[in-house]
């Protein structure tokens, strides 16, 4: 990849993807082939995110809806897969570019080593012109090791190729002050500088049946896209031309815009924000709250008043505000059972106490192990 292209990710939802009558849209993908080329023309690579596998498996397998049974979602994927890699083969392929399939679960990215792994593999596919079409491998997924969702795993691709835009593509035209298919009176947010328990609040689930993503994952993997200092939008998939347009600097949907002084983050807190999924949470004061964000310190027990959640020391945490917002994700130096334990108290309590004498002078996250969120 040289110093002078620039890097797109677009993530594209099942109801973009296919249409009402259940059939999948040959003639999106198309169109999406064209304006790749003409990103390509004018210095962008792309990496395509797409959703879509069971939603096209299910209908050729004869399910008159999408079945709810992991075997038959499974099945579903993996007949779709092959649907979906042929139609965007040969759409690209008759643009003069080559795609590649990339599948991917939580147990590829959850160690650090398969993370770098699938970081080297993606960016060394852009850099040799190829635009990889990244899915969730759902054919072989359960619960346990699902990202649940393609907002996270475009949130993660954008991180491993360290993207300059990664452009969600949905079936509303961007983020509302409420959910504009209940109330009439939602105004239309253009641009978000700060994601806050406001914006948060006014997120709505998805509209469709089709997709498994509401719109407050988008608004979650946005702001760790903000954190990660990659600029984010969210936009309707039937706008016409809006890649290009969007790579032109023209304002579509609702921009995400990462702030513009910020200390660079380390690839490892990256990985702690989105390579597993989060096994519990704890919640904190506000004072620790305060020096969570503005000073950059290590969480202490002293500062949580709750615990929720089973994990292990080395577990990935949501740390929450009073409001329940969440500020920071880190790797827990301690199980659940002693940091319900050690909640409230000073380190002096825990050094005397004799279950607790293990954790004396250990914070309960360790600030090189915590991403705060912007």
């Known amino acids: 990849m040289t110093s002078d292209r620039k890097t797109m990710v677009v993530k594209i939802g099942s109801s973009t993807l296919v249409g009402a009558d259940r059939a999948l849209r040959r003639d999106f993908i198309a169109d999406l082939a064209r304006q790749a080329s003409e990103l390509a023309d004018a210095g962008w690579n792309l990496v395509v995110v797409s959703s879509g596998a069971i939603a096209c498996g299910a209908p050729v397998l004869g399910f008159a809806s999408k079945p709810t049974d ?5 099945a579903c994927a993996s007949v779709g897969q092959c649907v979906l890699s042929a139609a965007y083969d040969e759409e690209f392929r008759a643009r003069g570019l080559l795609t590649s399939l990339v599948l991917l679960t939580r147990h590829d990215t959850a160690r650090r080593n398969s993370y770098l792994h699938a970081r080297d593999t993606l960016t060394r596919l852009v850099e040799l012109g190829v635009v990889p079409v ?4 759902d054919t072989v997924t359960v619960d346990e090791i699902r990202f649940g969702d393609n907002d996270t795993l475009a949130a993660l691709v954008s991180c491993l190729v360290s993207a300059d835009l990664c452009v969600t593509l949905s079936d509303i035209d961007g983020l509302y002050t409420a959910n504009p298919m209940e109330d009439p009176t939602a105004a239309f947010i253009p641009r978000v500088e700060k994601i806050d328990a406001g914006i948060i609040a006014s997120a709505g689930d998805s509209s469709t049946s089709v997709g498994t993503g ?8 946005c702001r760790i896209l903000m954190t990660a200092g990659i600029a984010s939008v969210i936009c309707s998939g039937s706008e016409p031309n809006v890649l290009v347009r969007l790579a032109a600097g023209e ?4 921009l995400f815009v990462p702030p513009v002084e910020r200390m660079d983050i380390a690839p490892r807190k990256l990985w702690i924000a989105l390579g597993d999924s989060t096994h519990g949470s704890v919640t904190v004061d506000a004072g620790a709250a305060d020096a969570l964000v503005r000073r950059g310190s290590s969480l202490l027990p002293v500062g949580i008043t709750h615990v929720e959640g089973a994990f292990s020391a080395g577990d990935t945490l949501d740390v929450r505000d009073e409001r329940g917002l969440t500020i920071a994700r880190g ?13 409230g108290r000073h380190q002096d309590e825990i050094a005397s106490n004799r279950l607790l004498a293990a954790l004396a002078g250990k914070p309960a996250i360790h600030r090189d192990e915590m991403i705060v969120f912007a």
């Open 134 to 137: 990244v899915n969730e491998n």
């Open 70 to 74: 992991m075997p038959s979602l499974q």
């Open 214 to 221: 509401g719109m407050i994952t988008k608004i979650r993997s």
């Open 331 to 343: 790797l827990a130096q301690a199980g659940s059972d002693e940091l319900k334990l050690a909640a």
């Open 251 to 254: 304002a579509v949907g609702t």
